[in-house]
């Protein structure tokens, strides 16, 4: 393995928007924003790096739980992220695909999503938006659509294997992340790519999303290449 070369996938939860707005007296969707634009930032610096994929945890299943206003708030700002993006896709040379559950969100957010998936082509990074997503829903999704293939006559419940069920999840023909990182100083997965996740390693810091900078990033590939990762051998 070449040690220099980043992670082909690199995984983010954005965490700690509404601490950064708090900090600054402001309404939690500022810190939204400031996390929309932290995330352009760090897209950016990954086709600079040559990392392949990034996946972010835009949306949980379980952030339907906060206030309309703020729900609201990231919907809008991920529509606006949507457009910018699909007007600018040449350009930028990021293509797109979503993660979740999208029959709740908006009929113009859906189609948003949409747009942008079938509009993607083989460009140099690809960004996994996360979206009414959630690790343990996608594992249920991938074991009922198997089942359905096994009633239909498909397969039969012993040709199910770990490549196969793989292939039943949102990150089907994607490989798994290498590194997943996680700022603002929370130790938990939080239901992230609970299947993906198996190997992967994990860099927590202490940092806030919407402050999170190239040079984070750069240190988080640093640990990442400072582990021994022995897949369970020795
Ligand atoms: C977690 O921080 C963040 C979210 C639930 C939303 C993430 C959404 C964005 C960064 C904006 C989406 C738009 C684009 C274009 C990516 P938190 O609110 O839980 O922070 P806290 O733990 O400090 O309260």
Same mark, same amino acid.
């Given at each position: 393995?070449?040690?220099?070369?980043p992670p082909q996938h690199i995984a983010i939860i954005m965490d700690g928007n509404g601490r950064w707005a708090k900090k600054r007296g402001l309404p939690r969707t500022a810190g939204h924003a400031a996390g929309a634009e932290s995330f352009r930032r760090i897209a950016n610096y990954c086709r600079t790096l040559g990392v392949r994929y990034l996946t972010v945890y835009a949306f949980s299943t379980e952030n339907w739980k906060r206030s309309a206003d703020e729900v609201a708030g990231i919907m809008r700002l991920l529509g606006r992220y949507l457009r910018e993006?699909?007007?600018d896709m040449e350009k930028n040379r990021v293509c797109f695909r979503f993660f979740g559950d999208l029959t709740k &969100?908006?009929?113009?957010?859906?189609? #948003?999503?949409?747009? $942008?998936? !079938?509009l993607s082509a083989d460009y140099d990074v690809q960004v996994n938006f996360c979206?009414?997503?959630?690790g343990r829903d996608e594992i249920v999704r991938a074991a009922s659509n198997f089942a359905a293939d096994v009633a239909a006559?498909?397969?039969r419940p012993e040709e199910?294997?770990?490549?196969?069920?793989?292939?039943y999840m949102y990150s089907r023909d994607i490989p798994d992340p290498e590194l997943i990182i996680r700022?603002?100083?929370? &130790?938990?997965?939080?239901?992230?790519? #609970?299947?993906?996740? $198996?190997? !992967?390693?994990?860099?927590?810091?202490?940092?806030?999303?919407?402050?999170?900078s190239p040079q984070?990033?750069?240190?988080?590939?640093?640990?990442y290449h400072r582990r021994n990762r022995r897949f369970g051998g020795t």
């Open positions: 393995m070449d040690n220099a070369a993006a699909l007007a &969100l908006s009929p113009e957010l859906q189609k #948003l999503c949409h747009d $942008a998936e !079938s979206l009414n997503y959630g006559g498909k397969y199910l294997t770990e490549e196969l069920l793989s292939q700022p603002s100083g929370e &130790l938990r997965t939080s239901n992230f790519l #609970l299947w993906q996740s $198996a190997y !992967s390693e994990y860099v927590f810091m202490n940092v806030l999303w919407p402050d999170f984070d990033l750069d240190q988080a590939i640093e640990e």
